[in-house]
């Protein structure tokens, strides 16, 4: 039994042709959803939704995030002017205003960013697929006079799909727009974000370790109700955005699914406000809590190596242990799913290293199967068919 054989080749290629195609038959309507599903789960979300002790997670102090509410213009200009007293650092605003609304709104909303020392307002990026551009939508001029602005959008957070990495920064007419997060961190700590581009990355992982509980959080009517107890503020970085009517009542409106939701496969609800997301961002900049992960040609590599030595191991059992061979598979193919699942857990939880292999787990399904099919039938119909063939080629003895 050779290592190296025509076989293992054969039986590799043909996984790895499986795994390229197989999530085609997915886009059928009725399996669309089932395909999202599947594609969205990452084995590593376990990790932070489950495996990470959050109870151990430092409330983050620089960061405190503010409750817009459903309020109008006129009554989130009063909120602005209310925390503003108290001299955070800073000010951003997760929040929109892209129409003109009057001026007894637009107006009290003009003069309160106006009196904020440094003043960050969202935009968002709007991919035209027809003309191959990306436009950059800001709020209006009345308001953005007084702001440096960021994009807010995240990677994949379309179709509800987890939102798990961040642009640190896109092109728009050449010109370089940072996110809303990375502009909030450069403005209040620039030694930060320097870290971050000279990782030279074009997406970042986040580095999941926080939600409302971990961040001092006041709610929309506390404002006003509190007006004057709000000291800790200063010197901090204050964010406004939405998280709900109020902080106890769930909306899925700008709510996204992220790997900290507790119900990793089959998720029934968005478990993270996007300004929450902004939060954690901002947090691993300012921490410098970087997650490293292997390029994807390199993971490609390791797949196509990983899936031949699997074929390998299948040949060599057969051929040496050949009355227990069903038994013994089936025991390699846990073994090796544990061991896939150990270090992926491992590299993630003690050094913030991602690997995914996700893939692997596919090759492990149906690697028993492609081998007892090849050697089986496959292999043994084509040698009998080449051999009838060739037969008819032999000459005649006289």
Known sequence: MRFLSFDNIITTGVILLILKFFFVIFQIDFLNQLNNQIQDFQINDIVFSRLKDKNAVEPDTNIVIVNIGELKRDKIAEQINIINRFEPKMIALDVAFSKVKGDELDKPLAEALSKVKTLVLVSRLSYDKDRDEINLMKSIPLFTQYAQCGFANFIDEEDFRTVRKFSPREYVNKDPVMAFSVKV??????????????????????????????YRVIDCEEVFSKRDGFGFVKGKIVLFGYLGPDVKTLSTEDNFYTPMNSNYIGKSYPDMYGVVVHANIISMLLNGRYINAMPEIYVLILTIVL????????????????????????????????????????????????????????????????????????????????????????????
């Open 307 to 398: 899936a031949y030595l699997t074929m390998a191991a299948f040949s060599y059992l057969r051929y040496r242990f050949a009355e227990a061979y069903e038994s013994l598979s089936l025991v390699f193919i846990l073994a090796e799913s544990a061991f896939f699942f150990f270090v992926m857990f491992s590299l993630l939880y003690y050094f913030n290293y991602y690997l995914n292999l996700k893939n692997m787990f596919f090759v492990l399904a149906i690697s028993e199967m492609i081998s007892e099919s090849y050697f089986g039938s496959i292999k043994p119909l084509t040698k009998r068919v080449i051999d009838k063939i060739g037969s008819k080629f032999k000459p005649t003895k006289m």
């Open 185 to 214: 961190a450069e403005l209040y700590y620039p030694p930060a974000v320097k870290k971050l581009f000279d990782r030279n990355n074009e997406s970042e992982i986040i580095y999941f370790e926080r939600n409302l509980n971990k």
